[in-house]
């Protein structure tokens, strides 16, 4: 499938390759769990991505949705950007999708493991200046980590900061 866009007629658009050292991670909502049907019946995040970069404007270093797993997209933001990134499991809790509690409990996987590896979820992941940040309108968004100078890391909750393995699904031709 390969899709042409055009950007809104004002607004540059916001590549994922321009995350910097110091930058807030937010999302838009609840991840994982998806396979149990949010997959099928989803709504792409286009006008939550436009009022985004309406109000935080030069704020928003980096934006893409996570399609493939947060921890995979997310190490494919840092790549593109030449960054690292440190996620908190306690602001993960926040998002821990429904259908993620129930998934884990079919499966024996944890609730934060399908949170990080899951694919199509279809929300934002933003890297966000923490000085411009402000709420937005209508956007619910979920504050998840920050931007490190290297490395994928996520900090647990006894507040040990341990490796994090960029998971996901892998697109192979």
Known sequence: VSML??????LPPIRRSGAKVGDTLLVTGPLGGSLLGR??????????AKRIAETLGRSVHAMM??????????????KASGVGATLDESSLEEVISIESVEL???????P?????????????LLAVDPEGFQSVNNVTLFRVGAITHS??????LDGIIGPLEPRGFEHHT
């Open 5 to 10: 866009a055009v950007a809104y007629p004002g």
């Open 39 to 48: 997959h099928l019946s989803f709504t792409p995040r286009v006008r939550e």
């Open 65 to 78: 949705d996570i399609s493939d797993g947060l921890s995979l997209d997310l190490h494919r933001l840092c």
């Open 104 to 110: 884990a409990k079919r499966d024996g996987r944890s």
């Open 112 to 124: 934060l493991g399908h949170v990080l590896s899951d694919g199509e979820d279809f929300e934002l």
């Open 151 to 156: 490395t994928l890391q996520i900090r647990g």
